[in-house]
């Protein structure tokens, strides 16, 4: 009888369970913002930005950089956005050795001036810096003579 009793309490408490399972927040998510448009936040709406000076798999913001812009690092991204999946993200070492998700390639970023969820005081700083516009960003190469490059681009 006890077992049976168990056997109906497991069975009861099961959608509970798979519930709060499948309730999980994703890591990256996409906000809309009017002038902005769909971009990358963290699961607490804080807005990521990417850097026109790095390059695929690159980082160029180093030192006193870092404390404007610090990097963005989550050890495996859950996103159920259908703008993006699990292959857009990766993971590069610093050169201070520490580790940077990056999505399409690009080192991700925070904005230290950016204080609440939904804040994006970062994008469009200095003509380099830019909200991560998942629907937007693609990787393009751009041809020099005898070289050719791969760049971000939000066109």
Same mark, same amino acid.
């Given at each position: 009888?006890?077992? #049976?009793?168990?056997? #109906?309490?497991?069975?009861?408490? +099961?959608?509970? %369970?798979?519930?709060?399972?499948?309730?999980?927040?994703?890591?990256?998510?996409? #906000?809309?913002?009017?002038? %902005?448009?769909?971009?990358?936040?963290?699961? $607490?709406?804080?807005?990521?930005?990417?850097?026109?000076?790095?390059?695929?798999?690159?980082? @160029?913001?180093?030192?006193?950089?870092? =404390?404007?812009?610090?990097?963005?690092?989550? =050890?495996?991204?859950?996103?159920?956005?259908? =703008? +993006?999946?699990?292959?857009?993200?990766?993971?590069? #070492?610093?050169?201070?050795? @520490?580790?940077?998700?990056?999505?399409?390639?690009?080192?991700?970023?925070?904005?230290?001036?950016?204080? %609440?969820?939904?804040?994006? @005081?970062?994008?469009?700083?200095?003509?380099?810096?830019?909200? +991560?516009?998942?629907?937007?960003?693609?990787?393009?190469?751009?041809?020099?003579?005898? $070289?050719?490059?791969?760049?971000?681009?939000?066109?």
């Amino acid at each position: 009888m006890k077992k #049976i009793q168990l056997l #109906i309490g497991m069975i009861a408490a +099961m959608p509970l %369970v798979l519930q709060t399972a499948f309730a999980t927040p994703p890591d990256v998510t996409v #906000i809309y913002k009017a002038g %902005v448009g769909n971009y990358l936040a963290d699961a $607490n709406g804080r807005t990521l930005y990417w850097s026109k000076k790095d390059m695929p798999k690159t980082t @160029k913001c180093t030192g006193a950089c870092l =404390e404007k812009w610090p990097a963005f690092f989550n =050890e495996a991204i859950l996103s159920a956005d259908p =703008e +993006m999946n699990s292959s857009d993200f990766g993971t590069i #070492i610093r050169p201070d050795g @520490k580790k940077q998700t990056t999505f399409r390639g690009y080192p991700l970023y925070y904005y230290k001036m950016d204080q %609440v969820r939904g804040d994006t @005081k970062g994008h469009k700083a200095n003509a380099a810096w830019f909200a +991560m516009l998942p629907g937007k960003f693609h990787l393009v190469e751009k041809y020099y003579t005898g $070289n050719s490059t791969t760049v971000g681009t939000t066109d």
